[in-house]
T-cell receptor, first 117, second 116 residues
Framework: EAGVTQSPTHLIKTRGQQATLRCSPI?????VYWYQQALGLGLQFLLW???????NRGNFPPRFSGRQFPNYSSELNVNALELEDSALYLC????????????????FGDGTRLSIL | AQKVTQAQTEISVVEKEDVTLDCVYE???????LFWYKQPPSGELVFLIR??????QNEISGRYSWNFQKSTSSFNFTITASQVVDSAVYFC?????????????FGKGITLSVRP
């Protein structure tokens, strides 16, 4: 079974540009989560998509946005990039049993390392 | 709000030593899930275990064991006879059993170095 795949592995941008990160969940998983792992800040929840809808977002500005496609893959878009956006962006997917989203663990991809120059 | 505290930041042991990684959590909810993840130098987070708040049984998986104590809000992780391949950052995390709160709240992580 293929795991969560993320692309690209590395992305280098300059301040003010826009970045698009992509994630394909494990087959059968409908939920996709995005996390940011910045140096010194730990792992922080960014966004959660399920069944094509944004279900929850963390404490990040609106220039962090995304979407989930009908095949459950997801994109994270970061506009007007700032130096502090440099981080490892991790995508995770999970399935669910009935209405309980937390019944299944989240499985993570290898991440996209975004560097802002 | 939920909080996960991993007070140890870095631990260094010699191969074959036992090591315990501490995790303390805070939540007002009675239903929640606790997790441990391993992050090797390559960067991906590897799922190790999930525990729900109603199951306080300790769990053993090979050299790994977990001790969940609701009385002290702790979910500690012990590696027995550590190996160099155990070197990684270990994260403890918590999520609630409600849809909007199924996100993971992570601790800061513990960097474990196992020396040969």
């Amino acid at each position: 079974e293929a795991g969560v795949t993320q692309s690209p592995t590395h992305l280098i941008k300059t301040r003010g540009q826009q970045a698009t990160l992509r994630c394909s969940p494990i087959s059968g998983h409908t939920s996709v989560y995005w996390y940011q792992q910045a140096l010194g800040l730990g792992l922080q929840f960014l966004l959660w998509y399920d069944e094509g809808e944004e279900r929850n977002r963390g404490n990040f500005p609106p220039r962090f946005s995304g979407r989930q496609f009908p095949n459950y893959s997801s994109e994270l878009n970061v506009n007007a990039l700032e130096l502090e956006d440099s981080a490892l962006y991790l995508c995770a997917s999970s399935g669910r049993t009935g209405t309980f989203y937390s019944n299944q663990p989240q499985h993570f991809g290898d991440g996209t390392r975004l560097s802002i120059l | 709000a939920q909080k996960v505290t991993q007070a140890q930041t870095e631990i260094s042991v010699v191969e074959k030593e036992d090591v315990t990684l501490d995790c303390v959590y805070e939540t007002r909810d009675t239903t929640y899930y606790l997790f441990w993840y391993k992050q090797p130098p390559s960067g991906e987070l590897v799922f190790l275990i999930r525990r729900n708040s109603f199951d306080e049984q300790n769990e053993i998986s090979g050299r790994y064991s977990w001790n969940f104590q609701k009385s002290t809000s702790s979910f500690n992780f012990t590696i027995t006879a550590s190996q160099v391949v155990d070197s990684a950052v270990y994260f403890c995390a918590l999520s609630l059993d409600t849809g909007a709160n199924s996100k993971l709240t992570f601790g800061k992580g513990i960097t474990l170095s196992v020396r040969p």
